[in-house]
Every structure is written in C-alpha cells, then in structure tokens.
Nanobody, 120 residues
Framework: QVQLVESGGGLVQPGGSLTLSCAVS????????AGWYRQAPGRQRELIAS???????NSPDSVKGRFTISRDNAKDMLYLQMNNLKPEDTAVYYC??????????????WGQGTQVTVSS
C-alpha cells in the first residue's frame, strides 16, 4: 500500500534549477527517514540527500551547497531543490522512505524514478 510518486524531472540547461517532488502515501510519513538517490547509465546508485524524521539532513560533497532536501509532513511530501545543475547531474532520481514496523522489521520503499537531463 505504500506508494511514492515522483514528479518534476525534465531537461534543463547547465546552471539551471529544478525541483523534484515525491508524494508519499500508505505510511506514517512523519515517523520515517527519507531521501533521494540517483543513478546514471553504467554507474553505481548514489545517495545524494537524506533527511531524518527529525529534520536532520546530509548530502555528499558532490552536491553539497547545490541541492537541498526538505519535507512537508503535513502534506506527506518530500522535495529536492537542485540549483546550479551540471551535466554530470544527469541521471534517474529516486526518492525513498524507510518504515519502521517494530518487531516486523524495517522496510524501504522507492519511487518509480524521474529522469533529469542537464544539457545545452
């Protein structure tokens, strides 16, 4: 029943900006850590931003200062604001959230992915 639906991907020019959105349903989102991964063809999947249930964020140096993750728990939404985009940012971007089910364990859920292409 848990679903993550991404939107906002597309084609942008180098130096441009783009905001990705992820609508979460079927889980108590405000309890869950969440974040974004990306994967380019022939490359490993890379964690680009994470956010805890309490709002603590982290990003690797490759995107730090350019990408900002945020969440709106009242709307069950996760966002990724991307600024100063570079061609090497071209990838499929995936949102995720982790549900803690106590004795049943933890489960990771993923969005379908959205393509971001940075090219002139």
């Amino acid at each position: 029943q848990v679903q993550l639906v991404e939107s906002g991907g597309g084609l942008v020019q180098p130096g441009g900006s783009l905001t990705l959105s992820c609508a979460v349903s079927g889980t108590i989102f405000d309890r869950n850590p969440a974040g974004w991964y990306r994967q380019a063809p022939g490359r490993q999947r890379e964690l680009i931003a994470s956010i805890s249930s309490g709002g603590t964020t982290n990003s690797p140096d490759s995107v730090k200062g350019r990408f900002t993750i945020s969440r709106d728990n009242a709307k069950d939404m996760l966002y990724l604001q991307m600024n100063n985009l570079k061609p090497e940012d071209t990838a499929v971007y995936y949102c995720y959230t982790q549900e803690d089910n106590g004795r049943w364990g933890k489960f990771d859920y993923w969005g379908q992915g959205t393509q971001v292409t940075v090219s002139s």
